[in-house]
């Protein structure tokens, strides 16, 4: 955990405090999200159904996501984020509950109609707390900051970088608990787990955190800063960058090279904890700023474009068929980790520099709305690229949406607007 600047005032210990506590859920809850991916699709995978099936089975989960997010940015903001926290806990409670009533005599059309559901209660799950959890971010950083002691990028940049490696070690407890407990005791585990979170949340965070003046009409929600709203669009062809490749084109690519598919899990697993590990450092990696924006928001621009050319060289070694290409895909995702960690680390840093600290919850839920946007985007052409052209039609998917990326961040602003310089 990231220390804060010495500080003997009691709003800034409990400023880091309500962090902590914050982050310690939301790993638990990632931790959870991540060994339950791993779970649907060694499970169903197991039973037979076809990658482009697979992928179907997220399209709700993230369809799901772009609705929560905007609905629970503005909840959060009217009823605060404990509350919000809290009810996206019991959601993904709920949703686990679900899908431990699969019966394995349901045919399939009823079994993927009922894991779509399931994974869709999931999705809402999801959006709802990650809404909830980064917002109190803002909050607690803005106490933290009236006592000096203002840290954001680096208690933005631990909480999504620690995110990220908690879901890779998710990955690997989920193909863990399907082999040692099977799926049904598997998800009632975890909503056990849950269950205990949730009761450390509601009685450990203060009730109305981040509670202030929501928006009154959907104009209102929607009108963001111009900062926010380019870093939105620009989110969407980020993540939809990634998914379009990574979600069927890299699992399936190397299982038909001939790696096991608990091979190809464990390298997911490893490049998710790696990729989470990077963006924790994103702060060291970012020169810094005394306004935090002149030197973040270049980085933005610098670091999309050095992501673009990623999947276009690997695009090109695999219209080539060049040698050993399987480790070439493997190294390129290397490479293309390490950079998408940082542009994914400045991009989470700038929604909150730009934001003001009111009405957080309602911009970090616009901006997240966007990233589900993007992976719903990306996880519907991951599917349907690698069935039309392969690997190399998703590689070049990517490139064209990391294009995209780069070209909306160069209209982002270097200058806070007059609303949220106080915040």
């Known amino acids: 955990m990231p220390q804060s600047a010495p500080s003997s005032s009691p709003g800034a210990t409990q400023a880091v405090r309500n962090y902590a506590i914050v982050t310690a859920a939301y790993w638990c809850f990632t931790l959870t999200d991540g060994a339950l991916r791993m779970l649907v699709l060694l499970h169903f995978y197991r039973l037979g159904y076809s990658p482009f099936t697979l992928a179907f089975l997220f399209l709700l989960y993230e369809a799901a996501g772009i609705v929560a997010n905007l609905v629970g940015g503005w909840l959060a903001t009217r009823y605060g984020i404990t509350r919000m926290l809290g009810v996206g806990l019991v959601t993904q409670i709920i949703g686990f509950t679900l ?40 909050v607690t950083q803005a106490q933290a900051k009236d006592q000096g002691a203002s840290q954001l990028f680096k208690w933005v940049a631990w909480f999504t970088g620690s995110k990220n490696a908690m879901k890779g070690v998710g990955f690997f407890l989920g193909g863990l608990l399907l082999q040692t407990l099977g799926f049904q005791a598997s998800l009632w585990a975890m909503a056990g787990l849950l269950t205990l979170v949730l009761l450390a949340v509601a009685t450990a965070l ?28 620009a989110r969407v062809g980020l993540f939809g960058a990634r998914d379009v490749w990574f979600v069927v084109g890299v699992p399936v690519f190397l299982y038909s090279v001939g790696w096991s598919f608990t091979m190809v899990g464990g390298f997911l697993a490893a490049w998710t904890i790696g990729y989470g590990l990077v963006q924790a450092l994103a702060p060291q990696i970012v020169r810094r700023s005394a306004d935090g924006l002149s030197r973040e928001v270049p980085a933005a621009r610098h670091w999309s474009a050095a992501l673009a050319l990623v999947p276009l060289a690997l695009a090109l070694a695999v ?30 840093y700038l929604v909150l520099a730009y934001a003001g600290s009111e009405k957080a919850a ?62």
């Open 319 to 348: 219209a080539l068929q060049a040698p050993a290409l399987e480790w070439v895909v493997v190294g390129g995702l290397a490479v293309f980790g390490f950079a998408f960690a940082v542009n994914s680390s400045v991009h989470s």
């Open 206 to 233: 203060p009730r109305m955190m981040g509670k202030s003046k929501a928006s009154k009409s959907a104009k209102e929600l929607f009108a963001k800063n111009a900062g926010i709203n380019l870093l939105a669009a």
């Open 99 to 138: 899908l431990s009533m699969l019966q394995p005599d349901w045919g399939p059309t009823l079994s993927v109609a009922w894991v779509v559901l399931a994974q869709g209660v999931c999705g809402v799950a999801k959006d709802l707390t990650k809404t909830a959890s980064k917002s109190a971010i803002k």
């Open 362 to 423: 309602e911009d970090v839920g616009f901006y997240y709305a966007a990233n589900a946007l993007g992976r719903f985007l990306g996880t519907l052409l991951s599917g349907l690229l690698y069935q039309w052209g392969g690997l190399l039609a998703a590689l070049l998917g990517s490139a064209a949406m990391l294009a995209l990326c780069w070209l909306v961040t160069l209209g982002l602003p270097t200058t806070r607007p007059v609303s949220t310089r106080a915040a």
